[in-house]
């Protein structure tokens, strides 16, 4: 779907709230977490701008809801949040998903097998021509 019905939305929240979850339990539960949020907006179009919308996701991860939500408006959360923001604007990352591999930037979902390749050639990262 090129533009999901809730699309764009306030996504301080959900970004924090997967901070959070990230941060409270193992870390294939919080990339479990990480797809779903995305198929709920993606697929299912849900809006995950609503507390009410994450606390269900959150809840289906086997996360409790409540305490998620709490630490996920705490200002250590939402420090880290913008830390990590403030980062990933330094290494010219513009959307998410997106991943960083020696300063090469591989933007969205369908960049995988070339991020892939690059961990398994182990080769250079590659920097446009200034």
């Known amino acids: 779907m090129l533009k999901p019905k809730n699309w764009p939305f306030d996504f301080l929240l959900a970004d924090c709230v997967t901070l959070a979850a990230a941060m409270s339990g193992p870390q294939d539960q919080a990339h479990a977490f990480i797809a779903t949020a995305f198929r709920a907006v993606w697929v299912e179009e849900r809006n995950l701008a609503d507390p009410e919308i994450l606390a ?3 809840s289906a ?3 409790d809801p409540v305490a998620i939500l709490e630490l996920a408006r705490s200002p250590a959360t939402i420090g880290a949040y913008e ?3 403030e980062r990933a604007m ?3 990352v513009f959307g998410s998903p997106a991943y960083v591999l020696d300063g090469e930037v591989f933007w969205g979902q369908d960049r995988l097998e070339l991020l892939e390749n690059a961990l398994a050639s182990m080769r250079a990262p590659f920097t446009p021509e200034a």
């Open 61 to 63: 991860g086997g996360y």
């Open 90 to 92: 330094a290494q010219d």
């Open 83 to 85: 830390g990590n923001r």
């Open 56 to 58: 269900q996701l959150l």
